[in-house]
């Protein structure tokens, strides 16, 4: 009844993005690896700095997965692209894009992706000559065992400013919620149950709510 949400995987704080990387030409391409942490994938979050629709009609992110035992950090770019299959493909019109900010490049969920490495890449393969477009990345390394690739070539001292969201139904969201909340409350809060109560009491007040401005408008 309550549909499907999203949430953030853990660990993404994003408070070092400070270096700026620019997609100079049509072959400008960004590779960053990370590692799914819940099943459902379906969404990808990278801060764009600066952005121009005119000089760049679309900005395109394809999401591979690599079928390799060792980490990116630990395997050659090259062995990197021999066992990456595409798994999604996502392009975005450059007037639908926002400066300094995160844009969120969404697609269908993949509901096994828990625990499995991916490299996703941003491109703009119609960029107009003189045109630029500045992603963020972090000033320092910031995940472990992963790679940052611009043009094939490592990054060893920085990441790509990037956010991975996860598909789940809004009724277990709802009780990872409460849970969490209860876990850090005094009693009576540190109970689950509470917050059912609470969220019951508020859908019958806003029901009476509105059944009462029915009445007034009615008369």
Known sequence: ML???VF??????????????????????FE?????????????????DSYRPWDSPYLELR???IHTDRAPDETSYAEIQQNA???????????????HMFNSFSFKAIPDSSGKQ?????????????????????????LEGESFFVNGRLQEKHDLAFRVFYQDSRAALLQKAFQSLSLQKPF???EPVIYYVLLLVYLFLLALLLWRLGRLLSV
């Open 63 to 65: 999401l591979l997965e």
């Open 8 to 29: 953030i995987g853990s660990g993404q704080k994003q408070n070092d993005i400070n270096s700026e990387f620019g997609i100079w030409t049509p072959g400008t391409i």
């Open 118 to 142: 991916y490299l996703f890449s941003i491109q703009s393969p119609e960029l107009h000559y003189g045109g630029t477009s500045i992603l963020r990345g972090s000033y320092r390394k910031r």
């Open 32 to 48: 960053q690896s990370f590692r799914a942490s819940h099943n459902k994938l379906s969404c990808i979050d990278v801060w764009i």
């Open 188 to 190: 009576p809060f540190s």
């Open 3 to 5: 549909g499907d949400a």
């Open 85 to 99: 299959k595409e798994v999604r493909t996502k392009r975005i019109n450059g007037w639908l894009l926002s400066p």
